[in-house]
């Protein structure tokens, strides 16, 4: 099983800030990678899919990129509703497995 | 619009069955597979399986292989997922989440609200 792990687990930043997220996964996933940012008692929201593709009604300020084992989330400008936990999620096969998340909170 | 809205929170008892439903609306709900995700209190996303409500065919993660069954019922396009031999730590948010493309197992958006599933004595 291919395993993710985020870097780092907390990131505090203040708004307006640049907020780098790091997926790094044990073995090649190809560009076969999500991004999801979960708010507190809400479900998950899909923000990347295909490691680079912003999904519908994405502001721009989210960027994805990367490939094979190491992918980065950029958000640009931190809006004060972006301070929430964000996910990676890899697909394998028939399958997925997410990563322990990071949470980026106010400084 | 597309919504997935999901039962009600449950209590139940070690070694009990649990079913939760996923009822589909605002597209076409035999097009898209249907993913079931749960979240223990505090923890992170776990990916339990899939079902293609067009064939009924499934994908299970390894690790409920031996527990878990998901069914649908295309009249009422709705999905279910029923966990059995219930324990203490399968106490969780579960949801369910649509696929993104048709007819493909792909990214999952969007999600249903989520339905908390206890499991006390």
């Known amino acids: 099983e291919i395993v993710l792990t985020q870097s780092p687990a907390t990131l505090s930043l203040s708004p307006g800030e640049r907020a780098t997220l790091s997926c790094r996964a044990s073995?090649?996933?190809?560009?076969?990678l999500a991004w999801y940012q979960q708010k507190p008692g809400q479900a998950p929201r899909l923000l990347i899919y295909?490691?680079?593709n912003r999904a519908t009604g994405i502001p721009a300020r989210f960027s994805g990129s990367g490939s094979g084992t190491d992918f980065t989330l950029t958000i640009s400008s931190l809006e004060p509703e972006d301070f929430a936990v964000y996910y990676c999620?890899?697909?394998?096969?028939?399958?997925?497995?997410f990563g322990p998340g990071t949470k980026v909170d106010i400084k | 619009q597309v919504q997935l809205v999901q039962s009600g929170a449950e209590v139940k008892k070690p070694g009990a069955s649990v079913k939760v439903s996923c009822k589909a609306s605002?597209?076409?709900?035999?097009?898209?597979?249907m993913h079931w995700v749960r979240q223990a209190p505090g923890q992170g996303l776990e990916w339990m399986g899939w079902?293609?409500?067009?064939?009924?065919?499934?994908n299970y993660a390894q690790k409920f292989q031996d527990r878990v069954t998901m069914t649908r019922d295309t009249s009422i396009s709705a999905a279910y997922m029923e966990l059995s031999r219930l324990r203490s730590d399968d106490t969780a948010v579960y949801y369910c989440?649509?696929?993104?493309?048709?007819?493909?197992?792909?990214?999952?958006?969007?999600w249903g609200q989520g339905t908390l599933v206890t499991v006390s004595s």
């Open positions: 073995q090649s996933v190809s560009s076969n």
């Open positions: 999620q890899q697909r394998y096969n028939w399958g997925f497995t």
């Open positions: 079902i293609n409500p067009n064939s009924g065919g499934t």
């Open positions: 989440a649509k696929a993104v493309l048709p007819a493909a197992i792909t990214w999952f958006d969007p």
């Open positions: 605002g597209y076409t709900f035999t097009g898209y597979y």
């Open positions: 295909d490691a680079s």
